[in-house]
């Protein structure tokens, strides 16, 4: 079968390799679509700073390079290793990928999506979804309604980033926000917050395309900070109160801490990107309003439930913002997307 297999910092392959056969408790997918998201530009250009051990093997999967990448990813299963009960060839499903340890602080917690040894098929696991054919844990599946087609099960993962990113900040019904960044992830955050009945949402997004794309989705108060004053739009849409929850999805420093100055008395900032570089902080922003800040790692289970379900809403929309891309541009949509053209890319497996 045909895979994009990662060897090494910047050498991606489009190679022939076997097909997997499912072991017990396992299933055979044939993949459908796998996303290319920032942490696969991560891989590409600074394996390191994705996890990627070029040297030893996970400590959890065993996984070594070469790798074959997709993390966020649907398909069909058309085949049942033994012991499986659980789900049915010809099932449609989203994978949910993490690996964890289950013996860590954080895992003990209920959390493996904080394991301290965390992996991910299709990132430091064996397999992944940019190739024709993958073997996962059924315990990992989760099967896709008839109206939830397979290219919008594709983005169940990213979408569960988010998801549990607005689980974390505690907002509900009738609250506002403040959304830094409207890539992928922002995009997946205002879909979050609007299913939760968070109807105010500001979006500040330097971008045109971004800014564009998330209009297109029904965004309605989308700001340019570079050349619109954020405090007076954010002062605007709240009566002067500010936000009950900022999320960055920018992973800028500055956009973080603009974010910081509109939160309203006892309001979260939920830091979800990832900032390649360490950033200026004044915990006074924090003290007089009584605010408080808290990062998000990825998904539990449940938030792909969740996920699955509001896209079965209705609720999610992938207009003007995702692209298709054979299996053969992937090397080259992923030098596009770090120079920031386009949105979010799915891999036709």
Known sequence: MRAAVFHAQEDLRIEEVDEPTPG?????????????????????????????????????TGSTLP?????????????????????????????????????????????????RTIGFHGITAHGGGMSEFTTVPASKLHVLPENVDLRLGALVEPMAVAWHAVTRSGI????????VGAGPIGIGVWFALRARGVETVVVSEPSEVRRRAIQGVGAE????????????????????????????AAGVGPALASGLEQLAPH???????????AMDFDPTALVMPEASITGTL????????AVIAAMAEGRYDTTGWVDDVPLDRVEETIQALRAGKGMKALVVA
């Open 24 to 60: 017990p408790g396992e299933v055979k997918i044939r993949n459908a679509y796998a996303g290319i998201c920032g942490s696969d530009l991560h891989i590409y250009f600074a394996p390191g700073s994705a996890g990627i051990d070029l040297e030893h093997p996970h400590p959890v």
């Open 221 to 248: 108060h989308v700001i340019d900070p570079m050349s619109e004053d954020l405090s007076a739009v954010v002062a605007r849409v709240t009566d002067g109160d500010g936000v009950d929850a900022v999320f960055d």
């Open 172 to 179: 509900g019904a009738g609250q506002r926000a403040l959304v």
């Open 298 to 305: 990825a998904y539990l289970q449940e938030d792909f439930d």
């Open 67 to 115: 790798q074959i990448l997709g993390h966020e990813f649907s398909g069909t299963v058309v085949e049942l290793g033994p012991d499986v009960t659980e789900v049915s060839v010809g099932d449609r499903v989203a994978v949910w990928p993490i690996y964890a340890c289950g013996t860590c602080a954080a895992c003990r917690r209920g959390a493996p999506n904080a394991c």
């Open 267 to 277: 309001g979260t900032a939920v830091v979800v990107a990832i900032h390649e570089r």
